[in-house]
């Protein structure tokens, strides 16, 4: 798929990134800012860019159970904004470093609580 079509995909399921399947087997992640980065900013042709040209990997991933204090070290050790959640070897979307952050619930001074529900977003698959 070209990045006009990774647009258009994002824009219809109202999502930052998607997840490419790519060709190869490999995967990986085109997030709006890549797309600013690496196409928009460079004057490059949305339709003449394929994804996978773009796409981040490997994927930096957590499993669904994973302590959202944890998920926010494994972002800030692999330097990335976006984790890529599983239930074994599904994936089953994405959370936003900023989502996370803007959940928590600070109840007392040391202590402090994620609001679960609305932090993993469902990420469509593309190939």
């Given at each position: 798929?070209?990045?006009?079509?990774?647009?258009?995909?994002?824009?219809?399921?109202?999502?930052?990134?998607?997840?490419?399947?790519?060709?190869?087997?490999?995967?990986?992640i085109v997030?709006?800012?890549?797309?600013?980065?690496?196409?928009?900013?460079?004057?490059?042709?949305?339709?003449?860019?394929r994804a996978?040209?773009?796409?981040?990997?490997?994927?930096?991933?957590?499993?669904?159970?994973?302590?959202?204090?944890?998920?926010?070290?494994?972002?800030?050790?692999?330097?990335?904004?976006?984790?890529?959640?599983?239930?074994?070897?599904?994936?089953?979307?994405?959370?936003?470093?900023?989502?996370?952050l803007n959940?928590?619930?600070?109840?007392?001074?040391?202590?402090?609580?994620?609001?679960?529900?609305?932090?993993?977003?469902?990420?469509?698959?593309?190939?």
């Amino acid at each position: 798929m070209n990045i006009a079509g990774v647009a258009v995909t994002m824009t219809l399921n109202k999502t930052h990134c998607v997840i490419v399947d790519h060709f190869d087997g490999s995967l990986g992640i085109v997030t709006e800012k890549d797309i600013i980065r690496d196409v928009v900013s460079r004057c490059r042709d949305a339709a003449a860019v394929r994804a996978w040209e773009i796409m981040k990997q490997p994927l930096i991933t957590a499993d669904e159970e994973t302590d959202m204090r944890d998920a926010i070290e494994i972002m800030r050790r692999q330097k990335v904004r976006n984790l890529v959640v599983t239930h074994g070897e599904e994936i089953i979307g994405v959370v936003k470093r900023s989502t996370i952050l803007n959940s928590i619930k600070f109840e007392e001074e040391d202590y402090w609580t994620v609001e679960r529900e609305a932090v993993v977003q469902r990420t469509p698959f593309i190939h």
